[in-house]
């Protein structure tokens, strides 16, 4: 079972700033099957990049994916105020089964 | 406009069966391709996925809950009902279901969730 493991636990930023969050994964991952989700608090996720670096519709162009293998990372540049969440990274593999990552929460200060 | 939403009881005893229906609009689950998936949250914890049931009515389950699950659809009714069995305290959680698509082969849209007490 591939095990999702996200670093860091916590990011602190200020606006404007760029957010590097990670994702490494226990074994390798097709890169078309690793997802990043958003989730504000009291809402559902929303997904922001498929096959790791496709935006998904209407996710501006501020948030990139990128990676391959067991490292993947999700970077948002130019944080704004409302980029303040939980990320989730997502794997899809064979059986079919889905894994999620424990997620980062970012703080925009 | 894609929509989902879920319904079901707040709060089920201890080792009852839970079912939820899954209500959706905007999109057809006789399209080649098309999925819909159940994923779940315990307060303050990570994302957990359940199930998944496709156009073609396959049907998928999380090997960890696998005897406790099971997807249905209902086409006419634009549904995905999921029940599990044999709840328990730890089953507490926030129940999602959400549309998978290819693309983008993730679960693209997600219903507002509701919530599942377990408790005597």
């Known amino acids: 079972e591939v095990v999702l493991t996200q670093s860091p636990g916590t990011l602190s930023l200020s606006p404007g700033e760029r957010a590097s969050l990670s994702c490494r994964a226990s074994?390798?991952?097709?890169?078309?099957?690793l997802a990043w989700y958003q989730q504000k608090p009291g809402q559902a996720p929303r997904l922001l990049i498929y096959f790791a670096s496709a935006r998904a519709t209407g996710i501006p162009d501020r948030f990139s994916g990128s990676g391959s293998g067991t490292d993947f990372t999700l970077t948002i540049s130019r944080l704004e105020p409302e980029d303040s969440a939980v990320y989730y990274c997502?794997?899809?593999?064979?059986?079919?089964?889905?894994?999620f990552g424990q997620g980062t929460k970012l703080e925009i200060k | 406009q894609v929509t989902l939403r879920e319904s079901g009881p707040a709060l089920v005893k201890p080792t009852q069966t839970l079912t939820l229906t899954c209500t959706f609009s905007g999109f057809s689950l006789i399209t080649p391709g098309m999925s819909v998936g159940w994923i779940r949250q315990p307060p303050g914890k990570a994302l957990e996925w359940l199930a998944r049931?496709?156009?073609?009515?396959?049907?998928y389950y999380s090997p960890s809950l696998k005897t406790r699950l099971t997807i249905s659809k209902d086409t006419s009714k634009n549904q995905v009902v999921l029940t599990m069995t044999n709840m328990d305290p730890v089953d507490t959680a926030t129940y999602y279901c959400?549309?998978?698509?290819?693309?983008?082969?993730?679960?693209?849209?997600w219903g507002q969730g509701t919530k599942v007490s377990v408790s005597s």
């Open positions: 049931i496709d156009w073609d009515d396959d049907k």
């Open positions: 997502q794997q899809y593999g064979t059986s079919p089964k889905y894994t």
């Open positions: 959400a549309r998978l698509n290819n693309p983008p082969g993730a679960f693209d849209v």
């Open positions: 074994q390798s991952v097709s890169s078309s099957n």
